[in-house]
């Protein structure tokens, strides 16, 4: 014969098994809920996943016997299991009524202070009024609480009239309310499907997964709520009320040895759990969530442990001489001259030239013509020519030094608000909508935190127009994409134009490149270039004024998944602007059914201010919760 001790040790097990991944599974949608503003759904939540592992806790810690291990814990836990059903029915109720309400004729668009004061009455009523009947307990409880070997903590009480108000008839009476709001939303749902009247304020899939999830959920739980209440009272042996006579062993802990069948209490988390994972653990703007952090994850922990390291630098010291013909020249001796670092460059980009250390006493030697050895040897014979006639100062060829200074000064990068200048940036995002690339980044970020103030609009109307569109991402710029760097590593190129003249200023380096300190200047050409000049300007002064107009694509959040997007759109749209045409626009899904307007326009940029134009849009607040700037670019 079958041990029943076994068979029992197995149930438990699988039972708080199943109770782990209940909860597990449970608690995903319920966060979800809660940051999106659904409190219905996530009381219902809140419930089940807390439920579910209160009963996994006590099975896995009294699966084989009844030691008063944890009092405290069993305080607590033993009150949950006594409440849950009247939670999560009161739950059931709240979400029936948002349908009712979303569903009815009379629906309309609600704000969102409402929509918080909705939220707000929702969790007072659904976790609320069960923590409410935890202290009447003590009018009908004879004992602390009750321990039962594989199933653990246990609320005990007697069958007085205080239970039967305080604790009895409020699962099957709200279970009564949420029926008739239940049948209500099926009438509306057999409506919606075969006479096509939708609901105005609300998309269908969300209501259709939250209805059936309510109609299931009522139709399994009302029904057990109603039973167990008809069998309680009719084999409970009812007990006068004497407080007393219930309280006489009111510090006393019940024992069990076993229970002989699962009661309401343990099979409603089960099943409630069950539901509410079927309907929204695997929906599908969860698996999008669950898609979303994988590669998250994935990409995290890859670039955490498949790091690369950084090649090593090649030996010996190179120096860059112009970054468009890339020539290095290698030097192997410490005493050529102190050596320049320089980013590293690719080998087929870059032309090597090595110089060889040269000896006390040169060696004439006689290279092929033409070969990079004959034009490696000319640099080495000239660097020592040049060194023995100026033995104080280490130095390479005149012609690759004066190379070097004019490459060095291309470089220099940066921009300069010295005295609220901004000039270099009006020039630089004249024809461009961002600093680096066609979408914000954190080169824009670097440079908007170094403006102290907002540009001249009528001095800088560029650089105030940029200004004034970063700014509108200031509650996002640290994630936005990029690399900080330092400010000068952006902005104009600077001292082209003067290098040559530092060279030439420097009497220590001057050295006449094409064999002439004297340069004569020809006078026609000075004067044809004057008159070319003067031509142009005339040109350009007649030339009638360019308007400068942007594109934008602007994003419309509304509040939630109810709010009538036809009505926004159509506040849009209402907005009047000198220098503001609107263009297309449409609905991107955001999740749980929630869509918002993506709307391009072209503006003036010297007429219409996208801040000024987001604060009219913002005035629609029935309906536009926020908006944001998607992209901008240039006409």
Known sequence: MCDPTVATYWGTTLFFTACYISAGLAIIPTVWFIFHGHSAAASLGIWVTVAALVHAINSTVWRKDTINRSPLWCDISS????????????????????????????????????????????????????????????????????????????????LTWPTFFFFIIWSPIFGMIASGYTGYVGYKLYQWKYTNASPKNSTKLPVLRLAWLCITYTTAAVPLSIYYMIETLVRGNYSPFLVRKIRANSAGIEYEAYKMKPTFYDALPLMGSGIYIMFFTFSTELRKVYKT????????????????????????????????????VNVDVATEMTPMRTPTIAKNLATII???????????????????????????????????????????????????RISTH?????????????????????????????????A??????????????????????WWAHIKSWENELASLPGEKKELSSYGPAKGSTSAPAAAAGDDDEDIDLFGSDDEEV????????????????????????????????????????????????????????DGLVWGLSKLVPVGYGVSKLQISLVVEDEKVSLDDLQEKIAEFEDHVQSSDVQAMQKI
């Open 522 to 577: 020809d006078e026609a050409a000075e004067k044809l270039k004057a008159a070319r000049l003067a031509e142009y300007a005339a040109k350009k002064a007649n030339k009638p004024k360019t308007i400068a107009k942007s594109l934008v694509t602007l994003d419309v959040k509304p509040w939630d998944d109810e709010t009538d997007m036809a009505e926004l759109e159509k506040s849009v749209r209402s907005v009047e602007m």
């Open 293 to 328: 952090y994988f590669w998250k994850a994935y990409h995290f922990i890859s670039k955490k442990t498949f790091k690369k390291t950084a090649s090593l630098e090649e030996s010996g010291h190179k120096m860059s001489i112009e970054s468009h013909t890339q020539v290095q």
């Open 354 to 404: 090595p110089i060889p250390s040269q000896p006390t006493s040169p060696t004439p030697q006689t290279p092929t013509p033409g070969s990079h050895e004959s034009f490696a040897a000319h640099c080495a014979q000239s660097a020592y020519i040049y060194r023995s006639h100026r033995p104080h100062r280490r130095s390479l060829h005149p012609l690759l030094t004066t190379l070097l």
């Open 79 to 158: 009150q949950i299991i006594l409440i849950y059903s009247t939670g999560s029915i009161c739950s059931c109720v709240c979400i029936a009524k948002f349908l009712a309400f979303v569903l009815s004729p009379s629906s309309r668009n609600i704000s969102h202070d409402e929509r918080r004061r909705i939220n707000i009455r929702n969790y007072v009523f659904s976790l609320g009024f069960p923590i409410i009947m935890i202290p009447f307990h003590y009018l009908y409880s004879p004992s602390r609480f009750g321990l039962v070997r594989t199933m653990g903590c246990e609320a005990s009480y007697v």
């Open 444 to 465: 824009d970020v670097v440079v908007f935190q170094a403006i102290l103030s907002q540009p001249d609009v009528k001095k800088f109307p560029q650089a105030a127009r």
């Open 410 to 442: 291309r470089r220099k990068m940066g921009f300069d608000f010295t005295g609220n200048d901004y000039s270099q940036l009006e020039q630089h995002v004249y024809d461009k909508s961002y600093i680096e690339g066609y979408a914000p980044s954190q």
